[in-house]
């Protein structure tokens, strides 16, 4: 009775029915309202268009014309700007913008924007990363004199949207370097990951304040490792998506965990049995180990297993792979040499 | 596999997963009946897959059926094959029914010889998965030690090559066996314990439980309550791809309670639990790559809230107002072609998935928010809450609140509706300012005094206290621009010492 009494319980058949159908209605209204807004600004913002209206406006100035341009010119040129900002974006990768940090207790609010876009590999963009430096002036410091012979601005990481495998303080470290006698004042502002930064700065310079403050920062180095770093884990991600794709285990993702086939129970639980490989090298499992995609883990049918590095260059570094009697060398020889084509090519 | 009495050799092993604590112990039934029924009906069968099922295998009828008459007085008589056993769970899993009745069929039914530490430690293990906020867990940070005492004469060349082979080494790298192979080396001379790896189903998360006695025997002749224990099983939880792992703390009423029972020193849980924290960066350490710990002042019961504050992911070191940053919701793709001061936050935030129902819901979603929010207010003890009648209807904004609703967007950021929430349950803050000193003059002599001067200590408490703070700023209780920022959770903190506004680093030593 209990089973029975579901369908009576549910609302009206027609009425869901009804329901359902409002509901795509509306969805559908909402992508073509998106839809006429991509369009709309697209056109606002397409070369022909600019330089019609131009040339309608330099040759005849009618009543409706002007009014017309008047309607439309801001909306050209904030297109226009838009589309300006987004050609650079595309086109370097790295693009800077100024950014005041609203906290009022802050020394220095003035923060300078980094935005860092890569383009994945189905040709868009992820979300941008972000890093914001802060200006170091430290003036509460003693030390502030010997500032007098160097610029006087001193930038450091303030907060970042980098993912925490790429180790931004240790960049920094390296690339804006800040005397020591103003590390201490940054560690003291930053958040509790910035503590390794002062650790790898603070060993080359012991040896003597005289060379910290000779050693010059590098923003452009900065942007560019950071940017390189980024660049190669998204290309080392879509390496193992291609692969996954043209060995066919996108589908099959959750099972191939499993390690204990059973033959003659099928739909049970128990036994999960491993689909049966749909390409014809017997690989059932070929996932990279963490988020970095640094290590890729291979498995076959037959048992063997393998795992390979993969280098900031696409290139697989190392490589163990394992049969029932050991290393297979001559696998691990195919992966890693000739450059890596026989393993993963870019 | 069974308890053998005859001998007894104190070892330096870890205690065997098919360890059995007996049936009728009143606190297992307990344990097992924190979980719900259907995760006690996916646990048994769990228990009977394939790949479990040599470890800890259900009692079934004995061959020889001599005393076949003795089982016929038992509620549940044994089953004859694992089939039956799994048929049967499969069809308790089909109708309805009490969960009493599945954990009296575990017990007294197809277990009735023992739980192993394995089932109980993938019960615990389930419960968890079910109920993500019934632990708190402390946050810490394995940092790697420069003790090369080389590194600090090489030049600054040296240094970027060495350091450009790989910006990312900075995580250890964890092969689970290998680590927990390491970690029992690290404390087996001190403590016996039974580790238990798994992964989380819901979160990007690997959990080691680690269960501690103080026995160096192979069978404890402790009393087997005591494998149920809550303060002798430490939780440690690794987040994929970061340099933190999270331990669960003690609950100090359970501590103060042990501490009673036991009276030793050496047998304290909280004495264990400290051996096991610090092997483990010991356990995660290799030749040329120490690891040390650090805290990060950050404890939470919500998981989710660790893992975005001191996670894998973008929001790890831009919170508070630069969470706009974290979510991507102040530009969108450069292939958009719409200029980002036209769109929604929210639509950024989403990216390209259903834009459905974005366009007029401004008030919709304040509503959402409103609702969302006002559990989550905290124990303000400055102010009443009858204050918040200053707010103005969310249909008609005056131009007063139309600018504090900026200003608290721009000091907020998309806290509170960010697509990964991270709600603090506990806020301490202790303000170290000299009443009506000057902080910025003398920053460093003051210090000194700072001890001598009376300190306050505010503490937040709540399901939600940063979104809790949103909500007071927004309603006009706090002043969203003149705010220092540790109330927008930009420091992604849950203690803090804060002078002059911004959090100072105490803990450096």
Request: proline content about 7%; hydrophobic content about 35%.
């Amino acid at each position: 009775m209990n089973q029975k009494a579901h369908p009576f319980g549910s609302p009206d058949p027609q009425e869901e029915e009804l329901d359902a159908e409002i509901r795509s209605i509306r969805a559908q209204i909402s992508t073509l309202a998106h839809r006429k807004r991509i369009l709309t600004t697209s056109l606002l913002s397409s070369p022909k268009i600019k330089t019609l209206l131009q040339n309608q406006t330099s040759t005849t100035t009618t009543t409706t014309l002007t009014t017309l341009k008047e309607d439309l010119s801001p909306l050209v040129t904030a297109a226009g700007a838009h589309t300006t900002t987004n050609h650079h974006r595309i086109a370097f990768g790295a693009t800077a913008f100024p950014f005041k940090d609203p906290a009022p207790n802050s020394p220095d609010p003035n923060l300078l924007g980094i935005r860092i876009d890569v383009c994945a590999r189905d040709g868009r963009f992820a979300k941008p990363y972000y890093v914001l430096l802060r200006q170091e002036r430290g003036r509460r410091n003693g030390q502030q004199q010997q500032r007098g012979n160097g610029n006087g601005k001193r930038l450091c990481v303030h907060r970042h949207t980098i993912p925490a495998f790429i180790s931004v303080d240790r960049l920094a470290g390296v690339y804006l370097p800040l005397p020591s006698s103003s590390s201490s004042r940054h560690e003291e502002d930053g958040s509790g990951s910035s503590g390794s930064e002062s650790e790898s700065e603070s060993g080359p310079m012991k040896p003597g304040q005289a060379r910290s403050t000779r050693r010059k920062q590098d923003l452009r180095g900065f942007v560019r490792e950071l940017r390189r770093e980024l660049v190669a884990w998204h290309l080392r991600s879509d390496a193992v998506v291609f692969l996954r794709e043209k060995l066919g285990l996108i589908r099959d993702s959750e099972s191939e965990t499993d390690a204990n086939a059973n033959e003659d129970e099928e739909e049970q639980p128990w036994g999960e049995k491993k689909s049966p490989p749909r390409n014809d090298l017997g690989i059932i499992g070929l996932e990279a180990t963490a988020v970095e995609a640094r290590y890729v883990r291979m498995e076959w049918e037959d048992g063997r297993l393998g795992r390979f590095k993969l280098s900031n260059a696409g290139l697989v570094e190392r490589a163990v792979f394992m049969n029932d009697r050991g290393r297979d060398k001559k696998v691990e020889d195919a992966v890693t040499g000739g450059g890596g084509e026989g393993g993963v090519a870019f | 596999m069974a308890r053998s009495r005859t001998v007894r050799a104190p070892t330096t092993a870890s205690l065997p997963n098919s360890l059995r604590i007996p049936s009728t112990t009143p606190s297992l039934s307990k344990t097992l009946g924190k979980l719900s029924r259907p995760a006690l009906l996916d646990l048994a069968i769990s228990w009977l897959e394939d790949r479990n099922v040599e470890s800890f295998p259900p009692y079934l009828q004995p061959s020889d059926t001599n005393n076949h008459d003795n089982e016929e007085t038992l509620p549940y008589p044994a089953a004859e094959t694992l089939a039956e056993v799994r048929e049967a769970y499969i069809d308790l899993r089909d109708r309805k029914g009490g969960k009493q009745e599945i954990i009296e069929r575990i017990l007294e039914g197809d277990w009735r010889h023992g739980i192993t530490l394995r089932q109980l430690a993938m019960a615990d293990l389930r419960y968890m998965d079910d109920r993500p906020a019934s632990l708190r867990w402390t946050a810490m940070e394995l940092v790697r030690l420069n003790d090369d005492a080389t590194s600090k004469s090489k030049s600054i060349r040296d240094a970027i090559a060495i350091a450009s082979e790989d910006w990312s080494a900075n995580i250890p790298r964890i092969q689970a066996a290998s680590f927990v192979k390491s970690l029992h080396a690290e404390i087996a001379p001190l403590v016996k314990a039974h580790y238990h790896l798994s992964r989380s189903s819901t979160l990007p998360l690997t959990f080691l439980r680690i269960f501690i006695i103080d026995s160096p025997y192979q069978t404890p002749r402790h009393q087997p309550e005591i494998f149920t224990d809550a303060t002798r099983i430490i939780y440690i939880a690794f987040p994929d791809s970061c340099p933190y792992f999270y331990t669960s703390s003690i609950t100090t009423s359970n501590a103060s309670d042990s501490n009673s029972r036991s009276g030793s020193l050496a047998t304290d849980p909280r004495t264990l639990q400290r051996l096991v924290r610090e092997a483990i960066p010991k356990a995660l350490s290799r030749p040329h790559q120490r690891f040390t710990l650090k805290p990060t002042a950050l404890a939470a019961k919500n998981l989710q809230t660790l893992l975005t504050l001191r996670g894998p992911g973008r929001s790890t070191s831009s919170n508070g107002a630069f969470s706009i940053f974290a979510d991507a919701a102040l530009e969108g793709s450069p292939l958009d072609p719409r200029p980002s001061n036209t769109v929604l936050a929210e639509e950024h935030m989403r990216g390209r998935e259903s834009i459905s129902s974005m366009h007029d819901d401004k008030e919709n979603h304040t509503h959402d928010h409103d609702n969302a929010s006002k559990s989550a207010r905290p124990a303000n003890k400055k102010r009443p809450s009858g204050s918040g009648t200053a707010a103005m209807p969310d249909g008609a904004l005056s131009p007063d609140s139309k600018k504090r609703r900026l200003a608290v967007e721009s000091r907020f950021g998309t806290v509170g509706c960010s697509v990964t929430p991270a709600p603090l349950d506990r806020l301490d803050i202790r303000l170290l300012d000299t009443p009506g000193a000057e902080e910025d003059a003398n920053a460093n002599t003051d210090r000194n005094a700072a001890n001598l001067a009376p300190a306050v200590s505010l503490t937040f408490t709540g399901s939600d206290v940063i979104g809790g703070i949103r909500k007071l700023a927004e309603l006009g209780v706090v002043d969203p621009e003149r705010m220092p920022s540790w109330m927008t959770g930009e420091d992604a903190v849950s203690t803090a010492f804060v002078r002059g506004g911004t959090r100072l680093h105490v803990d450096r030593g």
